[in-house]
């Protein structure tokens, strides 16, 4: 009889267990037999992160070949007048503006032994390089949509802060005010009008930018109260809508309520934002910088720029828009 490897397997742990109950403590007590049965050590890297790399993965890429780039913008446009005879018409033209990448160096610093690269060298850079990416990524997000311009953000100011410093706390422009200041108290019609406030040029690529928790305690619950969820919609994995559109998740957008908090953008982030790439992520290693205490430092540096240059006004809205809390 041939036995399926699954079964094999299984069959065979069952025959150790029952004849030999004490394998695990022979194959770790050197002082018998069972040091010949050495302990099964697996490769495996079990990592519990968060995923991040919403902002680049949806803001307008655009390399950049020197510290700075500027492109254009349209800011106006033209006017059209009645015509008649003998009558000259009104001039127009078209206005331009410039947009400005500027280019900042981001880096990480660890530093791992020199005995420890020696004897598990593959494992050590994947671990490196995995966590590099990783922290890049989240401040990317956080620079993207929380940044204030200050050191914490490196410099950058992100979306939420841009439309906070335009439109203020109150309805109008790029934001719509909720019906309250606790997630329980905002509404469909609230998200209603967060769609419909958005110009119809960011129509095609709009999508909803929340955190895990906002789409699952706030959306999902109004999209539950609207009725038409049937069973298996609730027993099913669930895919990521809301309005039409699709939810992006990102754990550095608010997760907790709070006052006059943007607690949910939605639009087109690639009209609204660039992120500039003068030199993508490299880890580089040396063993000379911490030579007498034997270690080897891992830098992991990259230049970027990200420019939120796109979000109205306070009176007109521009490409990307926001839900705002009550303030109390």
Request: glycine share 10%; hydrophobic share 40%.
């Amino acid at each position: 009889m041939i036995w399926p490897a699954a079964a094999l397997a299984s069959r065979c742990a069952e025959a150790l267990k029952s004849d030999y109950p004490d394998i695990q403590k022979r194959a770790m007590d050197s002082a018998t037999d069972g040091a010949l049965i050495p302990p099964e050590f697996s490769a495996r890297l079990h990592r519990l992160v968060e995923q991040f790399g919403a902002f680049e993965s949806n803001a307008f890429a655009m390399p950049m070949n020197s510290e700075s780039t500027t492109f254009m913008r349209r800011t106006g446009g033209l006017t059209v007048f009645t015509l008649g005879e003998n009558v000259a018409g009104d001039e127009s033209k078209p206005t331009h503006g410039n947009i400005t990448l500027t280019a900042r160096e981001l880096g990480t610093l660890t530093y791992a032994p020199r005995t420890l690269e020696e004897d598990s060298a593959a494992i050590l850079g994947e671990i490196i390089a995995l966590d590099v990416a990783q922290a890049f990524a989240e401040s990317m997000d956080d620079d993207g949509f929380n940044g204030d311009a200050s050191a914490t953000y490196h410099g950058f100011t992100g979306v939420r802060t841009r439309l906070a410093t335009v439109n203020g706390v109150n309805d109008g422009g790029g934001l719509v005010l909720g019906s309250g200041n606790l997630y329980s108290e905002l509404t469909l019609a609230d998200h209603e009008k967060v769609m419909g406030s958005l110009p119809t040029y960011a129509a095609a690529d709009a999508k909803w930018y929340v955190s895990r928790n906002y789409f699952f305690t706030v959306m999902v619950r109004l999209m539950q109260a609207a009725g038409g969820v049937t069973s298996g919609e609730i027993e099913g994995k669930r895919q990521l809508m809301f309005g039409g559109d699709p939810v992006v998740i990102c754990q550095k957008l608010p997760r907790t309520e709070a006052n006059s908090q943007i607690c949910a953008l939605y639009g087109s982030l690639r009209q609204a934002a660039t992120v500039g790439s003068r030199r993508m992520v490299q880890v580089e290693s040396s063993k000379d910088y911490k030579f007498a205490s034997r270690q080897i430092t891992y830098l992991g540096h990259r230049r970027v720029a990200i420019n939120v240059h796109d979000v109205g006004t306070a009176t007109e809205a521009g490409p990307i828009v926001g839900l705002i809390t009550a303030a109390s």
